[in-house]
């Protein structure tokens, strides 16, 4: 199996992704027990790392997809 000249770029992407997912996750239930943020502010960051996440993703899967 040959490696694409792109593939590392787009795993690189859905890696991105799949690290802001977790992120996403974690800070859900991190910043509003144990960081001085308001609840608003927690809810702001946590929904900033899923919108990434999907971004990534979606780039990634598309990029992935376009090359073949």
């Known amino acids: 199996m040959c490696a694409r000249k792109d593939s ?3 795993n690189r992407l859905i890696m ?3 690290f802001f997912l977790t992120a996403g996750a ?3 239930r991190i910043l509003p027990r144990w960081s001085p943020l308001t609840s608003d502010v ?3 960051l ?3 790392f899923y ?3 999907i971004g990534c993703l979606l780039v ?4 992935g997809r376009h090359a073949r």
Do not use: C, K
Not at 60 to 63: L, S
């Open 46 to 48: 946590t929904g900033l």
């Open 42 to 44: 927690a809810d702001l």
């Open 51 to 53: 919108g990434l996440a």
């Open 60 to 63: 990634g899967i598309a990029r």
């Open 16 to 18: 991105a992704g799949m």
């Open 8 to 10: 590392f770029y787009d």
């Open 26 to 28: 974690v800070s859900l």
